[in-house]
């Protein structure tokens, strides 16, 4: 299964589920405007409970602090991909805010010690990608 195979299993209006970039894009926000970042981990066998108790329990409010905004979490269900991969999106100000913060989150020392506890009998993720989205002009109000 490939990314557009993912993209299009997890549905237009739960991945677009922000109405304030809807507004911005009405608005021209151009450079400045909201982006949504589609995030693919494909994780090391056996780590996929290890990675979701840590989003589920740090990472997520790691995230919100450093500026980024959860808009989902998802595991697939069907096979080769289910228990091996975690996907999620996250909203950004702009793309130059999206590299501010991730800037920000790989400095944290909270997430420096978070991860090197939790990865401390191996790494969870063997490969990520990343693909930065902006909405259309017909996306729905979800």
């Given at each position: 299964m490939d990314r557009r195979d993912l993209m299009k299993a997890m549905g237009a209006a739960a991945m677009m589920s922000m109405a304030g970039a809807r507004e911005s894009m009405a608005q021209g926000a151009g450079a400045d405007e909201t982006v949504y970042e589609?995030?693919?981990?494909?994780?090391?066998?056996?780590?996929?409970?290890?990675?979701?108790?840590?989003?589920?329990?740090?990472?997520?409010?790691?995230?919100?602090r450093c500026g980024m905004h959860g808009v989902g979490y998802w595991v697939p269900t069907d096979e080769p991909l289910a228990g091996r991969t975690i996907i999620y999106m996250l909203r950004h100000k702009s793309r130059v805010a999206a590299t501010e913060s991730w800037a920000k989150f790989g400095a944290d020392p909270e997430w420096v010690a978070l991860k090197a506890e939790s990865e401390k009998d191996g790494a969870f993720v063997k490969l990520h990608e990343s693909t930065f989205m902006k909405l259309t002009d017909f996306s729905p109000k979800v």
């Open positions: 589609l995030r693919i981990y494909h994780l090391n066998e056996g780590m996929q409970p290890g990675i979701l108790a840590r989003f589920r329990t740090k990472e997520t409010e790691i995230f919100a």
